[in-house]
C-alpha cells in the first residue's frame, strides 16, 4: 500500500524568505501523480502544485517549486519569497496513476506560519 | 461561481441519530468523493464516485452509506451516528474519469456527535 508521510509537523519562516516542506512517498509502481495542497484557517483545500511521476522537470507555480527525486521518493515543496498569507497547513498527496481513479492519499500535513 | 458547496458547515448530532451531508458541484465533473479530516491524520477517502450510478469504497467506509443519482450531487448519509465519525468532512470533484486530475474541494462540514 502507498504511504506519504510529511515529517514536519511545524514550520515558521520569516516574511520574503524561503522555506522547504518535505514529503516522502513509498510505492512500487511507476505511474503516479503528487500533489501539493494548501489549507488555509478557511478550510478551503487549495492545489498548490502537480506533478507527474513519469516527468523529470520539476513543477513550478509562480513562487512554488518542487524538488521531485524520483529515485529516493522524495517530493519537497519550496515556497519562495514568503508571504503572510502562505500560512497555513500544507498538505502533500499521492496518486496511484494505474488505478485510474483520481483517489488521493494524503500525508498528516506541515503547519507553516509566516512572520512579519 | 460557485463550485463545490457543501452544506450544512456545522453540525451537532446526538450518538445514534442519523444525518446526510448535502455535496453539490456545478461543474459537471464526473468524479466525486468524500473525505474525512482528522486531527495528526489528513485526509482520508471515505467513498467516491466515477460517475453518475457508480460509487466505491474507500479507505474508511464503515458507518457511511453514499449514492448517486445525478452528476451534481454526491450526498453522504450517516445512519446511527457515533462519537468515532467526529471529524471534519470534505467534498471534492475533478472533471473527468481517469488518475492525475485536480480535484476541487469544498469548504468542509465540522460534525460533532455527542
Known amino acids: 500500500a502507498q504511504t506519504v508521510t510529511q515529517s514536519q509537523p511545524e514550520m515558521s519562516v520569516q516574511e520574503a524568505e524561503t522555506v522547504t516542506l518535505s514529503c516522502t512517498y513509498d510505492?512500487?509502481?511507476?505511474?503516479?501523480?503528487l500533489f501539493w495542497y494548501k489549507q488555509p484557517p478557511s478550510r478551503q483545500m487549495i492545489l498548490v502544485i502537480r506533478?507527474?511521476?513519469?516527468?523529470?522537470q520539476n513543477a513550478t507555480e509562480n513562487r512554488f517549486s518542487v524538488n521531485f527525486q524520483k529515485a529516493a521518493k522524495s517530493f519537497s515543496l519550496k515556497i519562495s519569497d514568503s508571504q503572510l498569507g502562505d500560512t497555513a497547513m500544507y498538505f502533500c498527496?499521492?496518486?496511484?496513476?494505474?488505478?485510474?481513479?483520481?483517489?488521493?492519499?494524503f500525508g498528516t500535513g506541515t503547519r507553516l506560519q509566516v512572520f512579519p | 461561481n460557485a463550485g463545490v458547496t457543501q452544506t450544512p458547515k456545522f453540525q451537532v448530532l446526538k450518538t445514534g441519530q442519523s444525518m446526510t451531508l448535502q455535496c453539490a458541484q456545478d461543474?459537471?465533473?464526473?468524479?466525486m468523493s468524500w473525505y474525512r479530516q482528522d486531527p495528526g491524520m489528513g485526509l482520508r477517502l471515505i467513498h467516491y464516485?466515477?460517475?453518475?450510478?457508480?460509487?466505491d469504497q474507500g479507505e474508511v467506509p464503515n458507518g457511511y452509506n453514499v449514492s448517486r443519482s445525478t452528476t451534481e450531487d454526491f450526498p453522504l448519509r450517516l445512519l446511527s451516528a457515533a462519537p468515532s465519525q467526529t471529524s471534519v468532512y470534505f467534498c471534492?470533484?475533478?472533471?473527468?474519469?481517469?488518475?492525475?486530475?485536480?480535484?476541487?474541494f469544498g469548504a468542509g462540514t465540522r460534525l460533532s456527535v455527542l
Open positions: 461543474m459537471n465533473h464526473e468524479y
Open positions: 464516485s466515477v460517475g453518475a450510478g457508480i460509487t
Open positions: 498527496a499521492f496518486n496511484r496513476g494505474n488505478d485510474n481513479t483520481d483517489k488521493l492519499i
Open positions: 471534492a470533484s475533478s472533471p473527468r474519469r481517469g488518475a492525475g486530475n485536480i480535484q476541487y
Open positions: 506533478q507527474e511521476a513519469y516527468k523529470q
Open positions: 510505492t512500487s509502481e511507476n505511474n503516479y501523480y
